[in-house]
């Protein structure tokens, strides 16, 4: 069975830092996806970047970006110059592309102090 | 824009009542599921279907049952709501392998109390 483990419940940040999230994740499928998912205070859950598992290449979007370490089944993400906004929970998450269920892990609260 | 929208954001219920939560979406998504989400716990599948009257369990299906009569529309039933149902029910869709790209989208939760 799929694991995904988040080893930091909770963090806080000042406001224009770097933070880096760790996830790790088990499996003996080789075609899958990993996601990082945001859900900002009572608000909706949202996709904030995806890679696939036969891509070497990291997955970047705008300040976001994934270190992904296929063979070590790791998968960071970093948030550059974070801003206020930014202050959610983060999951990330597995799929394995057989039958397209999503595995979370439990969360990292993200605090972005001004 | 994907629209998932969950029927009601707060519901507060008694015990033993049978209680509904409906989420629609206007994607014409094949797959959609339902999540609950407890502190601690993230997010923990109860059931998804990939198409219309069909219906898988998930992780925690026990005491739940859902209903999927028209593609859009995923109904998630407590058939008698008990204290330990109380969470935040998350419901999500998403295409069909291989036409998606297996992103899932989100409602924005219902917030359920079982007194």
């Known amino acids: 069975a799929q694991t995904v483990t988040q080893s930091q419940p909770e963090m806080s940040v000042q406001e224009a830092e770097t933070v880096t999230l760790s996830c790790t994740y088990d499996?003996?499928?080789?075609?899958?996806?990993l996601f990082w998912y945001k859900q900002p205070p009572s608000r909706q859950m949202i996709l904030v970047i995806r890679?696939?598992?036969?891509?070497?290449q990291n997955a970047t979007e705008n300040r976001f970006s994934v270190n992904f370490q296929k063979a070590a089944k790791s998968f960071s993400l970093k948030i550059s110059d974070s801003q206020l906004g930014d202050t959610a929970m983060y999951f990330c998450?597995?799929?394995?592309?057989?039958?397209?269920?999503?595995?979370f892990g439990k969360g990292t609260r993200l605090h972005i102090l001004p | 824009d994907v629209k998932v929208t969950q029927s009601s954001r707060y519901l507060v219920k008694r015990t033993g009542e049978k209680v509904f939560l409906e989420c629609v979406q206007d994607?014409?998504?094949?797959?959609m599921f339902w999540y609950r989400q407890d502190p601690g716990l993230g997010l923990r599948l109860i059931y998804f279907?990939?198409?219309?009257?069909?219906?898988e369990k998930g992780d925690i299906p026990e005491g739940y049952s859902v209903s999927r009569e028209k593609k859009e529309r995923f109904s998630l039933i407590l058939e008698s709501a008990s204290t330990n149902q109380t969470s935040m029910y998350l419901c999500?869709?998403?295409?069909?392998?291989?036409?998606?790209?297996?992103?899932?989208?989100f409602g924005p939760g219902t917030r359920l109390t079982v007194l």
């Open positions: 999500a869709s998403s295409f069909g392998a291989p036409s998606g790209t297996s992103e899932q989208f």
């Open positions: 499996t003996s499928e080789n075609n899958y996806y």
């Open positions: 890679q696939e598992a036969y891509k070497q």
């Open positions: 998450a597995f799929m394995n592309r057989r039958d397209d269920k999503i595995i």
């Open positions: 994607m014409d998504h094949e797959n």
């Open positions: 279907s990939y198409d219309v009257k069909m219906k």
